[in-house]
């Protein structure tokens, strides 16, 4: 048998994480598809709430960009559809007419809510597996 290289580990660790998110994703996808939502949306709804936890308060989309595996124009997309889903709502930004403000709406506080526990629970017993199989 061959002795693995540094970078043979390297490789495998790598491919090992992948595997962890995709098969993560997949589940909290899973979890949440009869809520209406998969896991970048909840994602979103996260962030929002984390960043704005008062009804009313707001965050400009470019400060969720960074924060999320998705390019700008797909999140773009995203928020398009979970403000006609009525989870979100946006405006422009007066001192900026370039930027947009997004804020989650008394239905997205509230699906927020009813689903973060769900995504919680996958994301320890997906965690809690990888690091079993991984020790």
Known sequence: MAV???EARLEE????????HARTMCEIDRVLHPHGLGASDFEVLDLLAAESPREGDHCRVQNLVGRVHLSQS????????LEKDGLVERSVCAEDRRGVWVE???KGRDLHAEVQPMQRAVLARM?????ESAG
């Open 4 to 6: 693995k290289t540094a």
């Open 13 to 20: 660790r790598w491919r090992d994480i992948l595997s962890v």
């Open 74 to 81: 797909a999140l773009s997309r995203l928020i398009a559809r």
């Open 104 to 106: 989650l709406t008394r």
């Open 127 to 131: 965690l809690q597996a990888a690091e």
